[in-house]
């Protein structure tokens, strides 16, 4: 296998950290657009996170994020871009994350795959904007959430392709996410109201993007500081926290959820 070449390597590292910093700058304009927001007394509502707000993440936040995207909305309702055309976009940064994270450049991975975040939440916007929501593009927008999130994990699995542990984490981490899906579809299917619980799919992706863009900067000094832990840790314990943390409470919120279903189908029995 060809060596990179240095400048190419380090011409690669900055662009890693800056990526990270500008999904830092990003974090500080959602807590300033959302404080805004609160001090000036005005509410924050998008109609998308109605029934959806996360356990483990605040509406507000989201609610903020939703508001600082209003310029990008109308740019693209004026080019008359259609939801579709977005949701099939959002293919393309998360292939791109999968690449950056399996090669090790965490900070370009995180901001890759918040893009093709920012695209699932623009494809809703856009179709509530023009009244064109319909069944069939609900599901091929679910469809395309599904292979956005695998591309998420599969990149952070094959870079820890040669770590027991991380590689079995990261497995776990994959079953929970689907698993909690899965409990929501087959409520749904069954008749009976979705469970709620931690750890939804915005959430999921909230911790491995934090996560993974924290790890360049925490390269910037970790050597200085590896030598007065306690523990052995990596540099890379940003991300391996963050799918511990997934790992668990996905599996945990999963159980929950179907332990859940299985109350409502027997209240249901006993009632009819």
């Avoid at 400048?7 to 990003?26: E, T």
């Avoid at 508001?67 to 259609?82: E, N, Q, S």
């Avoid at 965490?106 to 009244?131: E, Q």
Wanted: aromatic residues 8%; contains cysteine; glycine residues 8%.
């Amino acid at each position: 296998m060809p060596r990179r070449r240095p400048s190419l390597s380090k011409a690669m590292a900055r662009l890693d950290l800056v990526s990270s910093f500008i999904l830092i700058g990003f974090d500080v304009s959602v807590f300033i657009a959302f404080a805004t927001a609160h001090l000036s007394g005005r509410r924050l509502r998008n109609t998308r996170l109605d029934g959806h707000g996360g356990v483990m993440l605040s509406r507000g936040a989201m609610e903020a994020t939703y508001d600082l995207f209003r310029p990008i909305v109308r740019v693209l309702l004026a080019l008359k871009v259609t939801p579709n055309a977005i949701t099939a976009f959002s293919l393309l940064p998360a292939l791109g994350s999968t690449i950056a994270l399996a090669t090790g450049y965490f900070g370009l991975g995180a901001l890759l795959a918040t893009a093709s975040a920012f695209c699932d939440m623009l494809d809703g916007i856009i179709a509530r904007h023009l009244n064109i929501t319909s069944d069939v593009g609900e599901l091929f927008d679910a469809v395309v959430d599904r292979y956005v999130e695998f591309l998420l994990l599969a990149g952070i699995l094959y870079y820890f392709r040669n770590t027991p542990v991380m590689l079995g984490l990261t497995l776990t981490a994959i079953l929970g996410s689907y698993l909690v899906s899965y409990a929501t579809a087959k409520a749904e299917a069954l008749g009976v109201p979705p469970p709620k619980g931690a750890m939804r799919r915005a959430e999921r992706a909230v911790y491995l993007i934090h996560g993974c863009a924290l790890v360049p900067v925490i390269g910037l000094f970790w050597p200085s500081v590896t030598g007065t832990l306690p523990i052995r840790l990596t540099r890379e314990w940003p991300i391996e926290a963050a799918v511990l943390v997934v790992a668990m409470v996905t599996n945990v919120s999963s159980v929950r959820r179907f332990l859940r279903i299985a109350d409502s189908l027997r209240a249901r029995r006993q009632a009819e």
